[in-house]
């Protein structure tokens, strides 16, 4: 009976030392989908970002692709993978600019000030809105959830974009390296 039970630890221990080895050896799950590049820094759109938008590191389903011209094609924003349901946090500091329904899609658009005249402003869509127009919102703070429908990904997203006035500009570029490059936690063996 005791030769059993020593057995049975010293199997539980092999297999925890199996699984912690292999999971130090692993890469890192990518961040980005095949396709969409990592941003490009911006120098007129400060790092003020404290918080993803939805996750602590979701996977960017399409990146930004900036129009030629004013109404070219493109993608005016980035896909964040995210189900139904998944709170949305505002990315930094600012002001509920809009909380409603356009085209038949939630959407929620913060101005962010302290970044510049015009201000930078940052929208989420589809989203069901939890806060109200002109609300002070703090960065990491619930502002709705993702909707079921009203989606352009063929998986469920948010879509997060970023204006100042009329240019588009990419919204990955609010996050500071440390934050966008943050690799996922690892469990370290104990000693």
Do not use: Q
């Amino acid at each position: 009976m005791r030769a059993k039970r020593c057995v049975r630890v010293w199997t539980r221990l092999v297999l925890l030392l199996v699984v912690t080895v292999t999971a130090l050896l692993a890469p890192p799950l990518p961040l980005f989908a095949a396709g969409a590049a990592p941003p490009v820094p911006d120098a007129t759109v400060p790092a003020v970002g404290h918080a993803w938008p939805v996750g602590s590191r979701p996977r960017v389903l399409r990146g930004w692709e900036p129009p030629a011209s004013a109404y070219g094609p493109g993608h005016r924003g980035v896909d964040l993978a995210a189900p139904p349901g998944t709170p949305v946090r505002a990315v930094a500091a600012g002001r509920v600019s809009f909380a409603g329904r356009v085209a038949g899609k939630g959407v929620i658009s913060l101005e962010l000030p302290g970044t510049g005249d015009p201000p930078l402003r940052t929208t989420y869509e589809p989203v069901t809105a939890t806060v109200e127009e002109d609300e002070e919102v703090e960065p990491g703070e619930v502002i709705g959830t993702v909707d079921a429908t009203g989606s352009h990904c063929t998986t469920p997203c948010v879509h997060w974009g970023l204006r100042r006035d009329e240019t588009y500009l990419n919204p990955l570029a609010l996050l500071p390296p440390w934050l966008l490059h943050r690799g996922p936690s690892r469990l370290l063996p104990v000693h």
